[in-house]
C-alpha cells in the first residue's frame, strides 16, 4: 500500500517551527520601519542628502530651509514641509531663526550659516562641502 500526503503530526511539526520563526524574527521585521537609534545628526544628514539627489535628478535648484526652534524645514521645489523626526534628546541650534541650505543641480550646495545638532552634552556641527556639496557629519 502506498501512502499520500502528510500525517497530523507532521502538519503539526511545520507549524510549530513556523510559529517560533515568526515569533523569533517579529520584532526584528516590526523595526525594519522605524529610524532605530539614530542621532539627531543622522536624521539632519539624511534629510539633506536625499534633498541634494532630488536636486541632482530633477536638474534644478532645490533649497532647503530649517527652523530650528520647532525642528521643521520646508524644500522648495517640491514645495513640502515636514518635521524631523529627532530623538527626544536632540535639539538643533542656529544663530538665525532660519538656515537655507541651496543644492545646484551639479550637486554643489552653499548654506547661510552652520547648524548644528545638541544631544546631551554633545554639540556637533552639520557640515555641507561647498564644492562637492557633499553632507557630512563630523568625524568626532
Keep these: 500500500m502506498t501512502r499520500r500526503g502528510i500525517t497530523l503530526i507532521e502538519l503539526v511539526v511545520v507549524i510549530a ?3 517560533i520563526v515568526a515569533g523569533v524574527s517579529a520584532p526584528t521585521l516590526a523595526s525594519l520601519g522605524r529610524p532605530g537609534n539614530a542621532s539627531g545628526l543622522d536624521v539632519v544628514v539624511t534629510m539633506l ?3 541634494r539627489a532630488t536636486a541632482i535628478q530633477r536638474a534644478t535648484v532645490v533649497t532647503v530651509t530649517i527652523d ?11 514645495d513640502t514641509a515636514a518635521g524631523l523626526a529627532l530623538p527626544p534628546q536632540a535639539t538643533l541650534s542656529a544663530r538665525s531663526q532660519r538656515v537655507h541650505f ?23 556641527p552639520v557640515i555641507l562641502e561647498t564644492w562637492t556639496g557633499e553632507v557630512r557629519r563630523d568625524s568626532r
Design 68 to 78: 530650528p526652534t520647532s525642528a521643521r524645514y520646508w524644500t522648495d521645489p517640491p
Design 17 to 19: 517551527l513556523m510559529a
Design 102 to 124: 541651496r543644492f545646484a543641480p551639479d550637486g554643489r550646495s552653499i548654506t547661510d550659516e552652520p547648524l548644528f545638532v545638541r544631544e546631551g552634552a554633545s554639540v556637533r
Design 49 to 51: 542628502r536625499r534633498t
